[in-house]
């Protein structure tokens, strides 16, 4: 079996999050994007790899936690997003997930800072990655 | 940005289809299950490893012809399955989606058999992998 598993090639996996922060009375303040550290740099969402070993949805709220700060639950999966071309470093597969918190993001890990936007304004042009799709995507899934 | 990679390890990456099949008015005579050739044996849904380079869609268009023949049709997404137990070789998330086509189909590669099985008439008992909740999560997505 071993050395099946050693002849298979396979994508990276990722998992990036749009969390959508509340208030307490429920209102929705906007979605959470980080200025990359690391190149690519740029905006984007918060998000990174799946450990061995690691659930994705487990990955995405570490990942949150590490990144943002925030302690979020999952709404739903939005998609899996796979472009070869989608990350010019290699090829990465990313499971994106709608999520939920209340806090404020605090910047850390990849990060350089994180900040809420309000969904009309999104800075479209400068994000990296596929993440221009993705907002769309979410958008059009929240009937917008 | 090579040194980067070679010090990530990421889970392996497959996807599989729950094919519906239907008649030429559009009747649904049931979906496909394959008997395995290779460990681990059983009954199980149509599927296979993502190549590097590959869109998601592509591997699962691609597995569902190399493995039982049949040109199908994407629906929707029904799941991503991370946990780490679901298969006993090594730690493999499976991207799931339904997905639709007429034919009969005619098994190959890792299939010794693969025929149609009314929804009510599924060998639940004799699913491998975690096929058995992937199952039970599409027939309540069908509202059953």
Do not use: W
């Amino acid at each position: 079996m071993q050395s099946f598993k050693h002849k298979l090639k396979t994508p990276f996996l990722a998992t990036d999050g749009i969390i959508k922060i509340y208030t307490k009375e429920e209102k929705l303040k906007g979605i959470v994007l980080i200025q990359r550290k690391n190149p690519p740099l740029g905006f984007a969402l918060p998000g990174g790899f799946v450990d061995v070993g690691e659930k994705v949805e487990e990955a995405l709220k570490r990942e949150m936690k590490e990144e943002v700060n925030l302690e979020v639950s999952i709404e739903k999966l939005l998609g899996v997003y796979s472009d070869p071309k989608r990350d010019k470093r290699f090829h990465c597969v990313s499971c994106v997930y709608i999520c939920k918190a209340y806090d404020d993001p605090i910047a850390a890990d990849d990060a350089k800072s994180a900040h809420i936007y309000s969904l009309n304004e999104i800075p479209f042009d400068k994000l990296t990655f596929d993440h221009e799709e993705i907002i769309k995507d979410f958008l059009k899934d929240e009937g917008l």
